[in-house]
C-alpha cells in the first residue's frame, strides 16, 4: 500500500484519539505519558490505520496536542479567559476546541447562560501545592473548584486539564470526593432520604427542617430527626444552603431565612426547606 | 471597613460603590464569611435608598449593572430594582435562576418563590 501523504496521515491521527488527549499533554509536561495512557486513544483507532502500524503512544499525543507551552492564551477578563487559542495550528485542533469533555454535556446547558449571556467564567482555581493550613482556606479551594468544574460544564468550557491537574494534587486524593459530589443532578426526594441512612465521604446528612431552631422551638425530635426530614447531599452544597438560611435577605423583609422562619411551623419550615434544595440544584423539582 | 457618606455621592459613585460591595459579597459568600456578608448587605441597603430618595428614583440607574462580569452584581441589581423595572428585574432573576451559577442560581430562584407565594413585595 502506498504510503500516506504526511498532511494526510496527521489528519488521520487526529482522529484516532479522544477529543481530550492533548489536556493530558499539558499535565504530562510535555515529554513523558504515564503507563495508562493508551487510554487516552479510542478503542477503535486501528481501524484508521494500515494493519500493522504500530506508532507510539508519545508520538501520537503530540501529533495531536500540537503541544506548545508558549502557546498564547486567550487574555484573562475575556469570555474565553485561560483558553488556549490557535496560532495557525491544524483544522483538527479547531474542532476540537469545542468537543465536550468526560463530564461536559452540551444538552444539560441551560438557555441563560453562556459566553454570550452569563458572566465571563474566570480562570479555574489555583491549585494548592500541599493541603492550606486551616480548614477554612481548604474549604474555600473546595468550594471554588466545586463551582468552577460545574459552572464550566454548564458554559461547555474544557475541563479535562483541570481535572488532571488535581488528579496530580496527591493530598486531594480523599478530599476530591467534596468536590465531584458537588458535580451530583438533582435527585428525588426518595433518593436523598434513603441515601442518609448510611455516611459517605463529601456528603452530609441534611436537616431539611434545620435542627437547632427547630430544637429551641421545641419541635419534636421525631420530626427533627425523622426519616421525612433527613437526606445525603453533597457537603458542599450542605455549606451553600446552611449559608443562604444564614444570611439576611430582602426577600424575607431583611431577616434571614432562619430568622423570619423564627415563629413559623414545622409545615412552613419545610416547604421552605425543600424549595432550597431545589433551587440549589439537590433535588429535583 | 470605611464609613461611606452615600448623600455627598454622585448617582454614578453609588452604583460603582454598590457593585464593588457585590463583588466582596460574592468573596465573602465563598469564604463563609456571615459577619462580612452583613456588613455589606446593609452597606447596600443603605446606597439603594439613598439612589430610592434622588429625583425620579435613581434606582434605575442599576440597571446596567444586569450586565456587569460578576454574578453577584447581578443579582442584587435585580433585587434593587425590581420595584422600579418590575418586568426586566424579573427576567434577569429568572436568568440566574435557571443558569445554575450557584450559590446566586438558587438565591435568585427563592428570591422569585417568594415574589409568587406573596411574601416579597417589592417597594
Avoid at chain 1, 506548545?68 to 486567550?74: A, F, G, K, L, T
Avoid at chain 1, 479547531?94 to 441551560?110: F, H, K, V
Avoid at chain 1, 492550606?132 to 473546595?142: I, L, R
Amino acid at each position: 500500500m502506498a504510503k500516506l501523504h504526511h498532511a494526510c496521515l496527521a489528519k488521520h491521527r487526529a482522529r484516532w484519539l479522544r477529543p481530550n488527549a492533548h489536556l493530558f499533554m499539558r499535565l504530562a509536561a510535555h515529554r513523558s505519558v504515564r503507563p495508562d495512557a493508551q487510554r487516552w486513544l479510542r478503542p477503535d483507532w486501528k481501524s484508521y490505520v494500515q494493519p500493522g502500524y504500530e506508532p507510539s503512544v508519545l508520538s501520537l499525543l503530540e501529533e495531536k496536542a500540537n503541544f506548545n507551552p508558549s502557546q498564547p492564551r486567550v487574555p484573562k477578563g475575556n469570555p474565553d479567559g485561560g483558553q488556549w487559542t490557535s496560532e495557525g495550528g491544524e483544522d483538527a485542533d479547531e474542532g476540537d476546541r469545542d468537543a465536550p469533555t468526560d463530564i461536559s454535556d452540551a444538552a444539560r446547558r441551560p438557555s441563560g447562560i453562556g459566553h454570550n449571556e452569563g458572566p465571563p467564567l474566570n480562570e479555574p482555581p489555583e491549585i494548592p501545592k500541599r493541603r492550606p493550613p486551616t480548614a477554612q482556606e481548604t474549604n474555600t479551594f473546595f468550594k471554588a473548584a466545586a463551582q468552577w468544574l460545574a459552572r464550566a460544564t454548564r458554559t461547555g468550557t474544557p475541563v479535562g486539564a483541570f481535572l488532571a491537574a488535581m488528579e496530580a494534587a496527591s493530598w486531594l486524593d480523599t478530599d476530591r470526593a467534596f468536590i465531584d459530589a458537588y458535580q451530583d443532578p438533582p435527585k428525588t426526594l426518595e433518593e436523598l432520604q434513603q441515601a442518609a441512612s448510611s455516611r459517605k465521604w463529601g456528603y452530609h446528612t441534611h436537616h431539611i427542617v434545620e435542627q437547632t431552631p427547630a430544637r429551641m422551638r421545641g419541635m419534636s425530635e421525631s420530626l427533627i430527626n425523622g426519616p421525612d426530614n433527613l437526606v445525603r447531599i453533597p457537603a458542599l452544597k450542605h455549606w451553600q444552603i446552611t449559608g443562604w438560611f444564614g444570611r439576611p435577605n430582602e426577600s424575607y423583609g431583611m431577616l434571614s431565612p432562619r430568622e423570619y422562619l423564627q415563629d413559623k411551623d414545622w409545615g412552613e419550615r419545610a416547604r421552605v426547606g425543600r424549595e432550597a434544595l431545589i433551587k440549589y440544584e439537590v433535588l429535583k423539582p | 471597613m470605611k464609613r461611606i457618606e452615600t448623600k455627598a455621592m454622585s448617582v454614578d459613585q453609588l452604583v460603582a460603590h454598590f457593585a464593588e460591595n457585590a463583588m466582596d459579597q460574592d468573596e465573602a459568600i465563598l469564604k463563609d464569611d456571615n459577619a462580612k456578608f452583613r456588613r455589606l448587605f446593609w452597606k447596600m441597603d443603605e446606597i439603594t435608598n439613598e439612589l430610592m430618595r434622588r429625583p425620579g428614583d435613581q434606582r434605575t440607574a442599576l440597571l446596567p449593572l444586569y450586565h456587569h462580569q460578576n454574578m453577584q452584581v447581578r443579582l442584587k441589581a435585580a433585587i434593587a430594582t425590581l420595584a422600579v423595572a418590575p418586568q426586566a428585574a424579573r427576567a434577569m432573576l429568572e436568568n440566574i435562576a435557571a443558569s445554575g451559577w450557584q450559590p446566586q442560581a438558587g438565591d435568585a430562584g427563592m428570591t422569585l418563590w417568594n415574589i409568587d407565594r406573596g411574601i416579597f413585595k417589592p417597594t
